[in-house]
């Protein structure tokens, strides 16, 4: 099957081409696509003639986006309503990736895909505005909420932390914010699956169990066997201009036999894999 991947420069994106090996797939970065210029989606498919398009662009500033809501709506919900048009128009399904952040944060268990969205930041309310404007525009679609992403390659929590380990004797992490940590390729595999159950509609797909920053930071140091002493903290104790969801763990109900290894066994691998990138 021949598949189109916008934002194939960011994390995600990266991570497609292998899990999706055994087709032909023709991936473009932001620099080689802009799916907020309806023009240029519309001469790229109409051009490549894919059978699926996956969309893994995305305006990622949580913070910046409070301060610039204009280019936050642009990436998150323009874009996805570019290549919804554009798909629909050809008949083509679609499979859009969204967040946890489209909801409230104050639930007491995990977020299934038929709860209510509420989302309390502008990045959470454009992404939501995205997902309206997909399933508005073309009835082929999968759209896909994930959460507290990460891979060897690009900026995440864990990359950072590990650097932190590497400065410093003592680093202070939030312990009062819990969500799924979602090892990129486990979240890769799943959307491979999917798409060949041709089951149009909304899922959750994140690392199963839920945790904190501090906890996936101990975890994380003790497969480092870093000394670096881990510090709980409070949300209040590191202000940011963006409301953080305090609990956003994510489950479903629309698949159950699509799910993704326990979060512990992606924070695992991930240690393994860039262990083994950086001796190589």
């Known amino acids: 099957m021949k598949i189109l991947i916008t934002g194939a420069g960011g994390q995600l994106g990266q991570a497609l081409p292998q899990a999706l090996k055994t087709h032909e797939v023709h991936a473009f970065t932001r620099a080689q696509l802009d799916i907020t210029q309806l023009a240029p989606v519309r001469a790229v498919i109409e051009r490549t003639e894919p059978a699926l398009v996956i969309n893994a662009a995305a305006y990622n500033n949580v913070d910046e986006a409070e301060n610039d809501s204009e280019a936050a709506y642009r990436g998150n919900a323009l874009g996805p309503r570019n290549l919804a048009l554009v798909t629909a128009a050809h008949r083509v399904p679609l499979l859009h990736v969204s967040t946890d952040y489209v909801f409230s ?74 969500g799924s940590p979602t090892y990129i390729p486990h979240l890769a595999d799943a959307l491979v699956v999917l798409l060949q159950t041709n089951a149009y509609g909304t899922y959750h797909f994140a690392g199963q169990g839920e945790t904190t920053w501090y906890e ?23 202000p940011r201009p963006a409301k953080r969801p305090a609990y956003s763990a994510l489950t479903t109900l629309q698949d159950p036999r699509i799910v993704l290894p326990p979060w512990e066994e992606g924070l695992s691998q991930f240690t393994a894999a860039i262990q083994e990138f950086h001796r190589s």
Not at 216 to 226: K, P, V
């Open 216 to 238: 996936l930071t101990r975890l994380l140091y003790r497969h480092l066997n870093t000394d670096t002493i881990v510090h709980p903290v409070t949300t209040a104790e590191f």
């Open 105 to 178: 944060g104050t639930g007491k268990r995990p977020y299934h895909e038929f709860d209510r969205t509420e989302p309390q930041s502008v990045y959470g309310q454009s992404k939501l505005a995205g997902e309206e404007a997909v399933k508005s525009l073309n009835p082929r679609y999968y759209i896909v909420r994930t959460a507290w992403l990460y891979h060897v390659s690009g900026k995440n929590f864990p990359t950072t932390m590990m650097t932190l380990a590497r400065r410093q004797t003592e680093v202070r992490v939030v312990n009062d914010q819990r």
